[in-house]
């Protein structure tokens, strides 16, 4: 027997351990190769989307076309695992607002998109779109592409510098309105892009149906906002709005009245104005007990009117601002106003203790400058908030931004 101890054989490893051994480390490769791939793709494709969306936004208030275009050129000029990008306009371009409270994102579709303050732009690499991304040694385990998609939100934040558009301080309630904003000392509005400054505001609920409102629509504290759509913020009110009353003058240029006056014109007794044929009036200050204007009355300058009674424009009546601008025409009333215009009204219309009952407009129912009044009740208009124009001094209640200002571009998403 010999004195040292046998040593058994050594036995191979086996085939079927190499085959497993293979695939885990086939496995592992897949792991680290393809997913730094995946991973490389993934933020070319955000870097893409980020860059779109801040190119697309940038163009929401020219048109949807010139939206989608720059979305899709910025896209191409970027390139993901070595290929150029490629977004389809109709779904990888989405049109919709963003509420800065909730931070959320509702998509608009068909012509609401035109009412957009905000673009989310989705970038991808996709088997269903025949261009995922290919995976090297995962495909020997029978994987062979991976889908990658980025998307990013961007939205138009305004900052603030006068007040909101249209108020109604005490109560708000319309239907078939929509607001929007332009600059009157900058030309015309047809001659520039229409901004979303047109922003409500109340005290109370605020109710506007079948309506569009480019701006925010601020209700009083506790309360809320029906019916409209928003392109901007809903967020209530800290605390209560008000205005400081205005004054009304101790002198006045009503002698031009008057001496407009006649059987084919109207009658002025007592501070009480009636019009049944048209008159010119040159630049002034104008102290009413009432008005009913049924023919129109043509300024020939700035002019300032000033009522303590009822205010009202009807039939063929009309008011013609001086050169259309609405800081040409200053109206301060205390009762009840009836505006059904028989043309385009340019007002800054300053009544806060006023009641604004228009209920039924004339052909042309375009409004251009700014309503503050005590009650709102406007229907069927358009209206177009004039950023030039004071205002007001509202007091300080939390108002945000979106009345006049520069614009800005903020990524959320």
């Known amino acids: 027997m010999s004195p040292f101890p046998r040593i058994p054989p050594r036995r191979g490893i086996g085939l079927p351990w190499l085959v497993l051994t293979f695939a885990i480390s086939m496995a592992f490769a897949s792991m680290m190769v393809d997913l730094a791939r995946v991973q490389a793709v993934k933020t070319q494709l955000q870097r893409t989307a980020d860059a779109a969306c801040r190119a697309a936004v940038s163009q929401i208030s020219t048109s949807i076309a010139a939206t989608q275009n720059e979305a899709v050129a910025i896209a191409a000029d970027n390139s993901a695992d070595d290929s150029p990008v490629v977004i389809d306009p109709n779904n990888d371009v989405l049109f919709g607002t963003w509420n800065t409270s909730t931070r959320t994102f509702t998509t608009l579709t068909g012509s609401a998109r035109t009412g957009a303050n905000a673009i989310q732009i989705v970038c991808q690499r996709t088997?269903?779109?025949?261009?995922?991304?290919?995976?090297?040694?995962?495909?020997?385990?029978?994987?062979?592409?991976?889908?990658?998609?980025?998307?990013?939100?961007?939205?138009?934040?305004?900052?603030?510098?006068?007040?909101p558009g249209f108020v109604g301080i005490s109560y708000f309630t319309s239907s078939g309105i929509t607001t929007d904003s332009y600059n009157a000392s900058a030309g015309t509005y047809a001659s520039q892009a229409h901004g979303k400054a047109g922003s409500v505001i109340s005290n109370s609920d605020i109710t506007a149906w079948s309506s569009t409102i480019n701006g925010n629509a601020?209700?009083?504290?506790?309360?809320?906002?029906?019916?409209?759509?928003?392109?901007?913020?809903?967020?209530?009110?800290?605390?209560?709005?008000?205005?400081?009353?205005?004054?009304?003058?101790?002198?006045?240029?009503?002698s031009n009245i008057t001496a407009q006056m006649g059987s084919g014109t109207g009658s002025f007794s007592g501070g009480a104005l009636s019009t049944w044929g048209a008159i010119t009036l040159p630049g002034g200050t104008y102290v009413l007990s009432s008005a009913n204007i049924s023919a129109p009355i043509t300024f020939t300058?700035?002019?300032?009117?000033?009522?303590?009674?009822?205010?009202?424009?009807?039939?063929?009546?009309?008011?013609?601002?001086?050169?259309?601008?609405?800081?040409?025409?200053?109206?301060?009333?205390?009762?009840?106003?009836?505006?059904?215009?028989?043309?385009?009204?340019?007002?800054?219309?300053?009544?806060?203790?006023?009641?604004?009952?228009?209920?039924?407009?004339?052909s042309a129912s375009d409004f251009y400058g700014q309503i503050i009044v005590n009650n709102f009740y406007v229907y069927n208009y358009k209206l177009h908030y004039d950023t030039s124009l004071p205002s007001h001094n509202p007091s300080s209640c939390g108002i945000l931004g979106g009345s006049s200002g520069a614009s800005t571009i903020s990524i959320v998403q």
């Open 301 to 362: 300058g700035a002019a300032n009117i000033y009522c303590t009674g009822a205010f009202n424009v009807n039939g063929s009546g009309y008011l013609g601002t001086y050169n259309n601008l609405p800081s040409n025409l200053l109206i301060v009333c205390t009762g009840t106003m009836g505006l059904y215009p028989a043309q385009p009204f340019y007002a800054d219309l300053f009544s806060p203790q006023g009641t604004l009952n228009n209920l039924t407009p004339g």
């Open 218 to 254: 601020q209700p009083g504290s506790g309360h809320a906002v029906t019916g409209p759509t928003v392109s901007g913020s809903e967020t209530p009110l800290t605390s209560t709005l008000s205005y400081t009353n205005p004054t009304f003058p101790t002198s006045n240029n009503n």
């Open 127 to 163: 088997k269903a779109r025949g261009n995922a991304v290919p995976l090297l040694f995962a495909s020997l385990i029978g994987r062979s592409s991976c889908d990658v998609s980025a998307s990013s939100t961007a939205y138009i934040a305004t900052s603030a510098t006068g007040g």
